[in-house]
């Protein structure tokens, strides 16, 4: 059974790598993968390959940054050819970025089934770009792995069939537990000088939180109000980078050095940072799962979540961009007893195996069970 799974932006790298590494597993399966470039720095993608051990890619499309239309249109022009070549039996996507959605409309107009991993996610804010990704991308694929009931929900109310959906946990944890010895030895902390549970960490990234300044400035000032009481590190996104910087805010409201932004950390480094921080301030989708797992206080500036459970069972608390609710949201995190952090159904770090599993029988429907 050939397979081609697709990459293209950060979030991706860390959902792919246990997917890889357990369909290496199965000798029934010809795994093989394609990045499509939409994230391309050593930074932002090269890095990850070795920290999570992905394989070289077998085909790189370099499609680069761009507007969405230009990011997804040249992703399908230059993924058509190369499945057209390979023929796989499947494709499998990952997460909500651009890249996803162009990849699973590829697929899907060769006529080769898809299997979206993380499906089911509803913001229900069509203004998200990824947003729509998800609604497009569940609507054509054939098998949907859900992380949290959430998601089977969502599907079955927007009319998908019971059958395509498998909840399977989430592969994001699967890699946090397959890499803890390698993270848990990382000396970020003492690479920037921090204590453990003595320091925050914060990512911002979303266009509605950075793309407008003055929402941007709203930000930056409850962070540096919070600075005050407890250092923070800022690990900031090229796109944020970029706004920062035509806005001079940056060096200006980092003064203080209780803020600090830092060049964007590989997954090891920025795994450790935030398992040793006593709270997360961020609008990343995959951190609110990650403090979840970790057992950290997360605060998520945005208006919602996509990922209920991360409230309901985890850490996460989705609080809005009103500077004066984060300032005294986090406070009250500082002051509060560290949280209990269950784990959520199935969030083990084996939904990979699930996954693979369920493909694998379908492909051989003689050898099932
Ligand atoms: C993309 C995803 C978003 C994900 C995020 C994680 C979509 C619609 N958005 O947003 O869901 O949460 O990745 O990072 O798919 N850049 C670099 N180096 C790179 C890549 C980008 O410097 O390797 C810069 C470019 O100037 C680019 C900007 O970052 O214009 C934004 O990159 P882009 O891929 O357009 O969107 P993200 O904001 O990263």
């Avoid at 970025?97 to 991993?117: D, R």
């Avoid at 001079?248 to 997954?267: F, H, M, N, S, W």
Wanted: proline share 7%; glycine share 8%.
């Amino acid at each position: 059974m050939r397979v081609a799974n697709i990459v293209g932006a950060r979030p991706n790298f860390m959902k792919m790598a246990p997917l890889i590494r357990e369909m290496r597993r199965h000798p029934e399966i010809q795994a093989s993968l394609i990045h499509t470039g939409q994230h391309y720095d050593e930074a932002m993608a090269g890095r990850f390959f070795q920290d999570l051990d992905l394989p070289k890619p077998d085909v790189s499309l370099e499609v680069g940054s761009g507007g969405h239309a230009y990011q997804t249109g040249e992703v399908m022009k230059r993924l058509d050819p190369v499945l057209g070549e390979l023929q796989p039996h499947l494709v499998v996507v990952v997460g909500d970025v651009n890249s996803t959605l162009a990849g699973a409309i590829t697929a899907t107009k060769l006529g080769i089934p898809v299997a979206h991993v993380e499906a089911g996610l509803r913001s229900f804010d069509r203004s998200m770009p990824e947003e729509i990704n998800r609604l497009l991308t569940d609507a054509i694929s054939d098998y949907l792995f859900v992380t949290e009931e959430s998601g089977r929900q969502n599907l079955l109310r927007e009319g998908v069939d019971a059958g395509k959906i498998h909840m399977v946990g989430n592969v994001m944890i699967d890699s946090l537990e397959q890499c803890r010895r390698v993270w848990e030895q990382s000396d970020i902390l003492a690479r920037l000088g921090l204590a453990r549970g003595d320091y925050g960490v914060v990512t911002l990234h979303r266009p509605s939180n950075v793309d407008d300044p003055a929402t941007l400035r709203g930000l930056l000032k409850a962070l540096a109000e919070i600075s005050r009481r407890i250092p923070l590190v800022f690990p900031v996104h090229p796109r944020t980078q970029q706004r920062l910087e035509s806005m001079e805010a940056g060096t200006e409201l980092a003064g203080t050095g209780r803020l600090r932004y830092i060049a964007p950390l590989g997954y090891l480094d920025f795994i450790a940072l935030v398992a040793g921080s006593r709270l997360a301030l961020t609008d990343s989708g995959g951190l609110q799962e990650e403090t979840t797992a970790l057992g950290v206080p997360c605060l998520t500036l945005r208006e919602q979540t996509e990922r209920p459970i991360t409230t309901t069972m985890g850490t996460n608390r989705v609080i809005g961009t009103s500077p004066d609710r984060i300032v005294t949201e986090a406070f009250q995190v500082l002051t509060a007893p560290a949280p209990a952090a269950p784990r959520p159904p199935l969030w083990d770090g084996r939904a990979a195996e699930r996954i693979v599993a369920i493909l694998s029988n379908a492909g051989n429907p003689g050898q099932s069970r």
